[in-house]
């Protein structure tokens, strides 16, 4: 504290040593040692130490102690960055190239709580310019692309974690816009069936959270009245952009259509799963949206069921038995057809309200650029499928070849 603004100089020395004893094994030693970072980060953080303060050599101590084995080392090193980029926020942008690949790598870290601080330093990263928001978004969907694991363990926890810290619409289109440009230029370059296939993953993974996390409520209502008289031409686009990448999974652009109560796009899509590949994949992602649909997410879709009158009843119920029909006769499918079986006695004699044929050709005509992308997703999907059945078949025969 004495040595205040004379020791700018030697602070990337002095906080090396100070992240070692952080996490030693003596308590004394680490009690002081937390006293004193804890002074020397508030020292750095008043204004008066801005003009002098070399940020080089501190970032280098800083990133090469995210890299400890010690859990406290590597916290107060995040923290550290955290202080730093909120501070002087102009001064570190020339440095978040080199902080980029050390904050992704921590993602992978074994401690929740590391992983969520980095993230809050991610978000930190992300505020300063637009540039930088989407670079962050797009470098950890290349991370999630290549790691597999980090994708099914953490996956789910980063896309909320940054939907809490930044704006969750904004990471959505986001999201959406990077999936889609990945599915769209997946017909080139070394593993192109994988492209699709993540993408794919990830579309359940971010409808999943879409449907199901209280961080997401503001989109959701954003999407459930964009198909609504007094919806406007932003929440329409919203829905369309968010459409056009969901379109990697059958089934999340099937919930997606019921969210946002666009009936009458989801009774045609679900005539076109006829022409999709029916995995055991495919089947529990089905099953799975049958039991969100008991959820009090679609409580208003159950209500709308009871009106029918409605000019989009008929279309509903289309929706819901073409999703049941593609069900096998399991618990999902009797949940489906009992809530189903409650209303049909309400529909009975009700012919005059399904709509006309000059009706039936004003809806296709109205979805017929998204109902023409979907079909163009998922002819990439079957590519994608068949080139990779032959590389396995192609390996297997070269290994076989090797034995013999």
Known sequence: RQGGDRLLLFYSELLGAIMHCISDEDLEIRSVAEQTNSDLLALVKQPTTKPTLELRPLLLTL????????IPTRMAALRWIYMLLEKAPSEMKKYIGQLLPALLRTLSDDSDDVVL???????????????????????????????????????SLIVRRLCVLLDAKAIYIRLAHVLEKLGASASEGQGRHKAPEFAAIMVQTLNLILLTANELGELRQVLKKSFQAQSSLADREVFTKLFRCWCHNPVATLSLCLLAQAYDLAAV??????????????????DKLVQLLESPI?????????????????????????????????TAFRTLKDRLATV???????????????????????????????????????????????SRNLTADKATDEVA
């Open 63 to 70: 990133i090469r102690e995210m890299a400890s084995h010690d």
């Open 117 to 155: 601080m980095n993230l809050k330093v991610l978000a930190r990263v992300s505020l300063h310019e637009d540039d930088e928001f989407e670079r962050v978004l797009n470098d950890i969907m290349d991370l999630l692309a290549t790691d597999r694991r980090l994708l099914e363990t953490r996956g």
């Open 269 to 286: 899509l679900v005539q076109k799963f006829a022409e999709v590949e029916i995995t055991v994949g495919f089947l529990m992602q089905v």
């Open 298 to 330: 679609f409580v208003q879709l159950r209500l709308q069921m009871l009106e029918v009158d409605a000019p989009y009843h008929p279309a509903l119920l289309k929706s819901l038995y073409g999703l049941l029909m593609l069900l096998p006769q399991s």
């Open 344 to 390: 049909s006695s309400l529909h009975l004699g009700r012919a005059s309200s399904a709509p006309t044929s000059k009706a039936r050709a004003a809806v296709a005509e109205d979805y017929s650029d998204l109902l023409a992308h979907f079909e163009k997703v998922q002819e990439r999907h079957a590519f994608a499928r068949a080139e990779a059945i032959q």
